[in-house]
């Protein structure tokens, strides 16, 4: 049997366009029968690393990261949602939404890994903020949505202020943006090539169909 297509996918749990992508890319893999030929790996990227604790309303943020405009930011928030829902995701913006820090996030999303439910935990962070308006900075929250998919969110909050595993999530990081890696999501495909932003289907199918005939 060939080896599997290895699948990193970079992305932040609060990043719109990293769910959409995924949608599309699962569409793919589905679509091609490879469900059993390719390994996903997410790999992490803070979109605000220097997010505060309690956040920043979503208004401000995208009007002082992007220079939006109120109208701007609407149109987008449209154009998202239409995205979504065309994929089989519901996005549910709201007036009082937040961007949040990731950090623990993606220290989970590892801890996940370890336990082979790093996709499914990752898809319900962003069901959680993007659909059901929870804060995934929140200890809380998060161990809830370790619980709701089978691991010990009790547990495996612990590691959260292990300074280890804080570094090494720092570091992969790090890894990814030295290889070039300035916006999500990024798929990079076998560690050879990638592709960033929410391709349609038909190019992951493309790039795919290419890679399994090597």
Same mark, same amino acid.
């Given at each position: 049997?060939?080896?599997?297509?290895?699948?990193?996918?970079?992305?932040?749990?609060?990043?719109?366009?990293?769910?959409?992508?995924?949608?599309?890319?699962?569409?793919?893999?589905?679509?091609?029968?490879?469900?059993?030929?390719?390994?996903?790996?997410?790999?992490?990227?803070?979109?605000?690393?220097?997010?505060?604790?309690?956040?920043?309303?979503?208004?401000?943020?995208?009007?002082?990261?992007?220079?939006?405009?109120?109208?701007?930011?609407?149109?987008?928030?449209?154009?998202?949602?239409?995205?979504?829902?065309?994929?089989?995701? !519901?996005? &549910?913006?709201?007036? *009082?939404?937040?961007?949040?820090?990731?950090?623990?996030?993606? #220290?989970? $999303?590892?801890? @996940?890994?370890?336990?082979?439910?790093?996709?499914?935990?990752?898809?319900?962070?962003?069901?959680?903020?993007?659909? !059901?308006? &929870?804060?995934?900075? *929140?200890?809380?929250?998060?161990?809830?949505?370790?619980?709701? #998919?089978? $691991?010990?969110? @009790?547990?495996?909050?612990?590691?959260?202020?292990?300074?280890?595993?804080?570094?090494?999530?720092?570091?992969?990081?790090?890894?990814?943006?030295?290889?070039?890696?300035?916006?999500?999501?990024?798929?990079?495909?076998?560690?050879?090539?990638?592709?960033?932003?929410?391709?349609?289907?038909?190019?992951?199918?493309?790039?795919?169909?290419?890679?399994?005939?090597?």
């Amino acid at each position: 049997m060939k080896n599997k297509i290895k699948l990193d996918i970079v992305s932040d749990v609060v990043c719109p366009w990293c769910i959409v992508g995924y949608k599309h890319l699962e569409t793919a893999i589905n679509e091609l029968g490879m469900q059993d030929q390719v390994e996903i790996e997410w790999q992490p990227f803070e979109l605000n690393p220097d997010m505060p604790a309690e956040g920043e309303g979503l208004r401000q943020h995208v009007a002082r990261k992007y220079g939006s405009s109120a109208e701007d930011s609407a149109r987008a928030k449209d154009n998202i949602t239409k995205q979504g829902a065309e994929s089989g995701f !519901e996005f &549910k913006y709201f007036d *009082d939404m937040k961007m949040v820090n990731t950090f623990d996030a993606h #220290i989970l $999303l590892e801890y @996940a890994k370890e336990k082979g439910k790093q996709t499914e935990l990752k898809l319900r962070l962003f069901s959680a903020f993007f659909t !059901e308006q &929870k804060d995934v900075s *929140d200890r809380n929250i998060l161990t809830e949505e370790l619980n709701s #998919i089978g $691991l010990d969110g @009790a547990e495996a909050i612990k590691i959260l202020d292990d300074m280890q595993r804080r570094e090494e999530t720092r570091t992969a990081q790090r890894y990814w943006t030295q290889l070039g890696v300035s916006s999500v999501p990024t798929v990079v495909f076998n560690h050879e090539s990638a592709v960033t932003g929410a391709h349609p289907v038909e190019t992951f199918k493309q790039v795919l169909t290419e890679l399994a005939q090597k």
